[in-house]
């Protein structure tokens, strides 16, 4: 079967760094996607990767290890805005979007 | 976990056709449906939210008359594509949540669409 794994929740500092982290067992890869999602809105893309790496998108960056089937969304200098809840989605080989259930980051002052 | 389906996972019609496109619940019920179109920079736009046996709450600048929805069951939501057209080619996503976790949407793997 096809499984996305990463943490339910998480809680960090405002300021701080937090890395969240994404797992995953599809068949085929096509890409992976990072989105947040504030309650009761749509989810907004922050990032996509096809080749193993770090992108790095202002305090965002995220990093792609197909040979791992890995990834992570690193955020860093914390605000209390960034307190969602950050999906993980993987394209298979039929180019189906594979979600995983989401990891709620909680900010603290 | 809880589990979203769609059907068909791609579908290709001629302009001026419609196209259905249904999204499932398989293991719980869905309260609420949502259904979301994602566009080349990947951003995803939500289309509609849909409550279980009422009319759906289209977002601004979406024609409720082209977008059917029609939420029947609290397993069922259907998106009805009417009249097609190449500009509605398009990745088309629904969600589903329960009444008792609004704060958790479970997305389905996506339906992609090509008009002719």
Redesign the interface.
Same mark, same amino acid.
């Given at each position: 079967g096809q499984n996305i794994d990463q943490p339910t929740e998480m809680t960090a500092t405002e300021g701080a760094i937090v890395q969240i982290n994404c797992t995953y067992q599809t068949s085929g890869f096509n890409g992976l !996607?990072w /989105?947040q %999602?504030h $309650?009761g809105e $749509?989810?907004? !893309?922050l990032s /996509?990767n096809v080749l193993d790496g770090l992108e790095e998108k202002g305090r965002f960056s995220s990093f792609l290890s197909r040979s791992k089937g890995y990834s992570y969304l690193l955020l860093k200098e914390l605000q209390m805005k960034d307190s969602a809840?950050y @999906?993980c #989605?993987v394209v298979d080989s039929?180019? %189906? @979007?594979?979600?995983g #259930?989401?990891t709620?980051l909680i900010i603290k002052p | 976990g809880a589990v979203v389906s769609q059907h068909p996972s791609r579908v290709i019609c001629k302009s001026g056709t419609s196209v259905k496109i249904e999204c499932r619940s398989l293991d719980f019920q869905a309260t609420t449906m949502f259904w979301y179109r994602q566009f080349p920079k990947k951003s995803l736009m939500l289309m509609a939210t849909s409550n279980e046996g009422s009319k759906a709450t289209y977002e601004q600048g979406v024609e409720k008359d082209k977008f059917l929805i029609n939420h029947a069951s609290l397993t069922l939501s259907t998106l009805t594509v009417t009249s097609a057209h190449p500009e509605d080619s398009s990745f088309y996503i629904c969600s589903a949540r329960t009444s008792g976790d609004v704060d958790t949407q479970y997305f389905g793997p996506g339906t992609r669409l090509t008009v002719l």
């Open positions: !996607f /989105y %999602q $309650a $749509a989810p907004t !893309f /996509y809840s @999906l #989605a039929n180019y %189906q @979007l594979i979600w #259930a989401g709620k | -």
